[in-house]
Each structure stands twice: as C-alpha cells, then as structure tokens.
C-alpha cells in the first residue's frame, strides 16, 4: 500500500528490512548498541561486522534518539540505529519516546541528506509495545514529519509478518480520509 503525502511517498510493504534499497534501513536498537536478537541481530548478520565497530565508537543511544552508521554490505548505504521504549503499561512515557524514536531516525536522514528510509516497526517486538498502538504512533509521526519535510522522498515501513503489515495497513486506511491515494 502507498500514499501520498504532498510529494512524498509512505509506503507499506511485507518482508525484510535488511534487503530493502533504500538509502537508509533504521534498526530497533538497544541503549547501548550491543546488538541482540530480532531486526538487530538481522542487520548485523547481513551487514557484517564493520557495522558493530562503528557501533563501538559511538558508544551508545538514549532511549527516543538515533545515531548512524554505515550500511557495511548492506545495500542500505546508511543504518539509523535508535532505540525505542520497552512497553512497560504505557504510563512511563513510552508514546513520547516511541514518537520520539521515529522523530528522531527522519532528522538525522534529513540532515545527511537521506531521501529514502525504511523502518521495521519499532519496539514490538522483545520491546512488547502493543502493535495497534505502536502503529498508531509509528504513522502518525511519519505523515506529521512527512508534511513539513518534503526532503525526504520515501519512507517505507517494512513489516515481518502479514500480522504487522495488516495492522499497520488499517491504521493508515484509518488516517487517509485527507492524504491522496496513489
Ligand atoms: P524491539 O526490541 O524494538 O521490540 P525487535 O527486533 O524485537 O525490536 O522487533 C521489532 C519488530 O521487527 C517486530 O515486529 C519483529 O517481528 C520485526 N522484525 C524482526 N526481524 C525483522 C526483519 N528482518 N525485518 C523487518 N522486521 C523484522
């Protein structure tokens, strides 16, 4: 599914996120950069080791904020790592953070000059965000920052199972009454 947003483009597909061509992938880090299991662990099996030293360096990611690194093999020529809330209720600030994650991974591409960029869907996973409302937020951030940033051309959220892409499909079938349909 596809729409428009001025000039932009959102854009949902099912699969993969470490075979998209994007210019830039955004991996659901930890704070501390370590690597891990799920959309992480893909990213660095698929990106070689050259990702993590990169990693090391910077040293670490609070919580809503996002750093970048180099795609290694990657097709991506960029990885934006940021790191989501752990769903803890939904009373200790996760929407913000949430929000703030994606917010977040869309600046650092604008200021790089990044004009495509895929996201896995942040957080629910080992992070246990609720998926209908993680995608409530993960949408609404993106067409927010979509409007007033027309610099960035594409933005594809890539989801792993048809669950996921279902519900983030409804969300946005929700939201689009004023978006223009491709
Ligand atoms: P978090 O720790 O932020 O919850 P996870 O990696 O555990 O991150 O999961 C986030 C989401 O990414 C989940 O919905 C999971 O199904 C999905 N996912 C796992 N592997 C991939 C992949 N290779 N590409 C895209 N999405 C993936």
Not at 67 to 80: D, F, M, P, S
Not at 128 to 157: C, Q
Request: proline residues 4%.
């Amino acid at each position: 599914m596809q729409v428009k947003i001025n000039n932009s483009i959102l854009e949902l597909v099912q699969g993969d996120i470490t075979k998209q061509g994007t210019e830039a992938i955004v991996n659901a880090a930890n704070s501390g950069l370590r690597g891990g299991g799920g959309v992480d662990g893909a990213i660095h099996r698929a990106g070689g080791p050259q990702i993590m030293e990169e990693c090391w360096k910077i040293g670490g990611c609070p919580t809503g904020s996002a750093v970048i690194t180099t795609g290694g093999r990657l097709q991506a020529r960029y990885v934006i790592h940021t790191v989501g809330p752990v769903y803890h209720g939904g009373n200790r600030g996760e929407a913000e953070l949430l929000a703030g994650a994606y917010r977040s991974s869309l600046k650092l591409a604008s200021e790089k000059g990044i004009r495509t960029i895929a996201f896995p869907s942040l957080s629910t996973g080992a992070y246990g965000y609720p998926l209908d409302e993680a995608a409530r937020i993960a949408i609404k951030t993106v067409v927010d920052y979509l409007k007033d940033h027309p610099e960035i051309g594409l933005v594809r959220f890539v989801l792993f199972n048809a669950d996921a892409y279902g519900t983030f499909e409804t969300t946005l079938r929700d939201t689009q009454s004023p978006l223009i349909p491709l």
